[in-house]
């Protein structure tokens, strides 16, 4: 089980962190990822970390969104800095196959388990 949260409005240039805590699961063997979903739009692949901490990013938020996990407290993170209207979308962590190989890691059809989603919303 996976349950966001953090999300909410802010205004363009704010930051904010997303959280995803994990249950069930042994979390710290499993690779995690954060998705969006805009409006009107499909889901997209947002950030990656590997059990390694080996991290990976679309290009629309390179340099300013951090992924990272705490698997003592079995969470995930998602650091949003500069945020742009753009980014405005509902947020979900997702957890991957263990067969899944790093080059599918963007395509949401190897995860298995999702978060409900936040809602972050990017205005002035």
């Known amino acids: 089980q996976l349950q966001a949260s953090g999300g909410g409005l802010v205004q363009p240039g704010d930051s904010l962190r997303l959280s995803c805590a994990a249950s069930g699961f042994n979390f710290n063997t499993y690779t995690m990822s954060w998705f969006c979903q805009g409006p009107g739009k499909e889901r997209e692949f947002v950030a990656r970390?590997?059990?390694?901490?080996?991290?990976g990013y679309a290009d629309s938020v390179k340099g300013r969104f951090t992924v990272t996990r705490d698997n003592a407290k079995s969470t995930l993170y998602l650091q949003m800095n500069d945020l742009k209207p753009e980014d405005t979308a509902v947020y979900y962590c997702?957890?991957?196959?263990?067969?899944?190989?790093?080059?599918?890691?963007?395509?949401?059809?190897?995860?298995?388990?999702w978060g409900q989603g936040t809602l972050v919303t990017v205005s002035s």
């Open positions: 970390i590997l059990r390694s901490r080996y991290t």
């Open positions: 997702a957890v991957a196959r263990p067969s899944a190989i790093l080059s599918s890691l963007q395509d949401p059809a190897v995860y298995d388990t």
